[in-house]
């Protein structure tokens, strides 16, 4: 990283590259690949912690954890396998335990990264709880690696539900479907996962529960959908079920497209799904939603998906649509953040210079350029 | 720009009545939570608005004069000490709850409303969980800067984990919207860098936080061992058999007694240890977790469990524990508090290692533990009047941080490092980490005039201002120096 700061010398931080989201833009100099950081430096089973190099693919570290029956509670959609636990942090990815147990930036306590100026520095600590120093842990979630490079995290590890039940309704008409979430969003229940399906003028909603008691649990949300008009069913073996959400927020042949809005904003985000044509997974008590476009492929496929993503930014006005999956000529055509501007885009600048001051560090892919 | 014309600036903008000036009612600023410090600024600024705040911290920009932003006053880390001869700015005005909106468990509101009365504003169906002890009075504005838990960290997280977005002016009078309502908004995790930067960074002028359903059921029960190993051993299987509790706490015998002293709550004071669990979550999930709780507590030798009936009851056990610091008074006339972490596994090696350092001092050592999160609250008590015991007790103070930092911990779990605990920050964090934390305040006040002289060991400066060289306001404040 020192050499590359020293000589100008492009870099991007690479996992397995399962995830090539982000501006295109020119190919850097070099790829600095993390597989040979692949170590789970420590399991601490009795602290719930773990410290982990960037380079494991995160089904391996899950399936230590498991041993001990933990979690981390982070399921992203995992290219077969294949993602590593750096590249869904520093790309902030996540998945429908979201719910109950927050994002990346909630899990990772601490990180150690390597800057473009040859420094190694450390944040946070490998205690759940720490307020020493500044959260820059925080900061390198979700950075995209253009602040630098994360080689060593810690992570709070959760208890491995032992079991789980899933309550399903099906509607087809988006506002009932989205009383019916709000219902069990709003209940006195503990959701471990609460997400919408919606493709072709029908859905359902899908609330899993884990603890003790995953059963129980399950028939009262059963109950709250029915009460909110839904009709619903209780699905006991449910991987599968789930696999499908996650398996949803990413495509490889169409366009996906993040949708970053609010809870009540669901009805609007299914019926914009429906105009554009596409299918959707979102977290119905987070507001976020994962839309799949699928139109023509080849050169009128671009044009079409241009068009077909500003039209879900007009009707989603102002909630921010950032585009992930997308074939490069596309992504080369759009702004793929639906960017911020002002202020809090020249602060983020200005955090840029100070942590890349040469501004080697996967330049362009990021908002606003960065 | 001289000092009279800074006041009669910051007269103009907030009005005569909220500029403090007359050096007794400024005493009322002179220390935060933590009176061991006190400085005195050189006027009290009292903005309504968060356009005021803005039109403030510009004068005191133009100026060149560093402020240091207060919220209630009742942080233990002397983060809001003022700068002397610098401004104070004090948010205890904006109390404005700016919108509820309960359909997206959102709530906006101005940085001098209390945490208390957030969760008041949408229950009893819904609550905003990070609940430290001073919760009655403390801001919310206060939290952001501390990053605050509470007693119920352990399973809902931190003030970090509930706020989505933030409205914050920079030392430059910069007003800038970070983050939202939404979450993911694309860009750097901004709101997450400002929380816990202890108002070095900015001062939070609206914040948007994310309010939760409250619990179908909460289960309380008080544990009594023998010693503190039973009760951490007991910890660490209700943790390891998949429970999180709401909250676990632990006392000694000598915070058993203080408490028992101060509140009448019932604990038996000659008990060596004293255990608290709560549960909260649905019915079903509750009283089958309950029963497992019971179950590890008797395996592990409890003398007694008492279980809270009712709400009353609840209250009463948890009386006693929040009495705890205050409690010190009944057995000592002076304490220090010490707000360390430790991974939880090392208990009985830290409290060993305490048991030694007490004896080798001469000094008493009480433990409150928020045992699910390692946080550890060791009192060093002490009788000031006596020759050289206060600066015994800072020493053993000191020595405590550096057997949990050792162990593998933290120097400060809610408390915040402000002026108290600077003089440790080097024995977490190296010169390249302390290098890292810098570049990010220089990002956000290359001006250094957001709170100087607070978190890091040795404050520096940005860089250098282009043109002759003049001392800068910070430097002759004696706050920091230049590399």
Known sequence: MGACGRDRTTLRPCGHGTKAWGRAGDDPDLEIGTDKLDSLIEHNAGDFTAVLQPGIPLAAAQAVFAESDQMLALDPPLAGERATVGGVVASGDSGPLRHNFKSARDLVLGVKVALSDGIVATAGSRVIKNVAGYDLAKLYTGSFGTLGLIVEMTVRLHPRPPGSATAVGHASDPEALAAAASAVAHARLESNSLDVFWGDGAGRLLARYGGAEPGLQAEAALRVMEDSGVEAELIEADAELWERQRNGQRSTEGVVVKVSALPAALPAVLRAVDEAGGTVVGRAGMGLSWITLSGPAGEGGTDWAVGAIDGLRHRLDPYVCTVLDAPAELRAEIDVWGEPEGPALDLMRRVKERFDPHNVCNPGVFVGGI | ?483
Request: proline share 5%; hydrophobic share 40%.
């Open chain 2, 1 to 483: 720009m001289s000092s009279e014309d800074l006041i009669g600036r910051l007269k103009d903008i907030v009005g005569d009545e909220h500029v403090v000036t007359h050096p007794d009612a400024l005493r009322t600023y002179e220390s935060d939570g933590l009176t061991f410090y006190r400085a005195m600024p050189r006027a009290v600024a009292l903005p309504a608005t968060a356009d005021e705040v803005q039109k403030v911290v510009r004068a005191c920009f133009e100026a060149k004069v560093p402020w240091v932003a207060r919220g209630s006053g009742t942080g233990l880390s002397g983060g809001a000490l003022p700068v002397e001869e610098g401004i104070l700015i004090a948010l205890t005005r904006m109390r404005a709850v700016l919108d509820i909106d309960l359909a997206n468990q959102r709530m906006v509101v101005e940085p001098g409303v209390t945490n208390a009365d957030i969760s008041k504003a949408v229950g009893p169906d819904h609550f905003y969980p990070p609940d430290p002890s001073s919760q009655i009075v403390c801001s919310i504005g206060g939290n952001i800067s501390e990053n605050s838990g509470g007693a119920h960290c352990f399973k809902y997280g931190f003030t970090t984990n509930y706020v989505t977005g933030l409205e914050v002016v920079l030392s430059d009078g910069t007003m800038v919207t970070l983050g939202g309502k939404e979450l993911d908004r694309p860009g750097y995790d901004l709101v997450g860098a400002f929380i816990g930067s202890e108002g070095t960074l900015g001062i939070a002028t609206k914040i948007i936080v994310r309010i939760v359903p409250s619990p179908e059921d909460v289960r309380t029960l008080v544990a009594y061992f023998e010693d503190m190993q039973h009760a951490g051993q007991t910890v660490s299987d209700i943790v390891a058999a998949g429970v999180v509790p709401a909250a676990i706490e632990m006392m000694d015998n000598l915070s058993v007694r203080a408490c028992e002293e101060a509140t009448h709550a019932g604990y038996p004071v000659d008990t060596g240890a004293a255990l608290i669990v709560e549960l909260d979550g649905s019915e079903a999930e509750c009283k089958t977790r309950f029963e497992d709780v019971m179950e590890l507590c008797k395996r592990n030798d409890a003398t007694d469990i008492r279980t809270a009936g009712d709400d009353a009851e609840r209250q009463l056990i948890w009386k006693a524990r929040k009495a705890a610091f205050a409690a010190m008074g009944r057995i000592a006339h002076d304490y220090y508090v010490q707000d360390s972490v430790i991974p939880r596994t090392k208990l009985a090696e830290v409290l060993n290692r305490l048991d030694d350092l007490s004896d080798e001092y001469g000094l008493r050592i009480a433990n409150v533990f928020h045992a699910g999160d390692g946080n550890l609250h060791p009192l060093v008590l002490y009788d000031g009047r006596n020759e050289g015991e206060a600066e015994r007790a800072e020493e053993l103070s000191g020595e405590i941080v550096k057997v949990c930092v050792d162990a593998g911990g933290s120097i400060t779990g809610e408390h915040g490092v402000g002026v108290d605990k600077k003089k440790y920050m080097p024995s977490m964090f190296s010169e390249p980490d302390l290098d890292a934390f810098q570049r990010l305040r220089c990002a956000f006040d290359p001006s250094g005039y957001a709170n100087p002289g607070k978190v890091m060991p040795t404050p520096r400066l940005c860089g250098e201002v282009p043109g002759p060289y003049r001392r800068h306001p910070v430097e002759k404040a004696g706050l920091a120096e230049r590399f």
